[in-house]
C-alpha cells in the first residue's frame, strides 16, 4: 500500500493560481511514478500531469500544458501540482496517484495503483 494524502484545493477566481501537495509513506518513492488526474462533475477522470520517479521526465495533458507544474521532493516523499492562469473549467476533483514503475507511462488511468482520496479545486469566472 502507498497511502497518499492530498491537501491545498480550495476555491479561486479565474486567472488565478493554487498549488496542490501528495504526501507519500513509501521507504522506495522513488521507485513510483507519480501523477495527477482529475474528474470535474458528470465527466470521467482524466490525466493531467505525470513525474518519473527520478523527477527528470515530466508529461502533461495538452489542456494544461503552460499553466500546470508538476514538481517531486523525493526525500520528502512529496508531490505537487503548481497550478497558474486557472479556468473554470479547471474545476474538479484532484487525484494524486502512485504509479509501481518509476517511468511515467502514458497517462491512464489503469497505468496507476494508488490513489489519494482527492481535493475539491473550484474556479470561478
Known amino acids: 500500500q502507498v497511502p497518499l494524502v492530498e491537501s491545498g484545493g480550495g476555491r479561486v477566481q479565474a486567472g488565478g493560481s493554487l498549488r496542490l501537495s501528495c504526501d507519500a509513506s513509501r521507504r522506495d518513492f522513488t521507485s513510483y511514478a507519480m501523477g495527477w488526474f482529475r474528474r470535474a462533475p458528470g465527466k470521467e477522470r482524466e490525466f493531467v500531469a505525470a513525474?518519473?520517479?527520478?523527477?527528470?521526465?515530466?508529461h502533461y495533458a495538452d489542456s494544461v500544458k503552460g499553466r500546470f507544474t508538476i514538481a517531486r521532493d523525493n526525500a520528502k516523499k512529496a508531490v505537487s501540482l503548481q497550478m497558474s492562469s486557472l479556468r473554470p473549467e479547471d474545476t474538479a476533483l484532484y487525484y494524486c496517484?502512485?504509479?509501481?514503475?518509476?517511468?511515467?507511462?502514458?497517462?491512464?488511468?489503469?497505468?496507476?495503483?494508488?490513489w489519494g482520496q482527492g481535493t475539491q479545486v473550484t474556479v470561478s469566472s
Open positions: 496517484a502512485a504509479r509501481v514503475w518509476s517511468e511515467v507511462g502514458t497517462g491512464t488511468v489503469s497505468e496507476y495503483d494508488y
Open positions: 513525474i518519473s520517479g527520478s523527477g527528470r521526465i515530466t
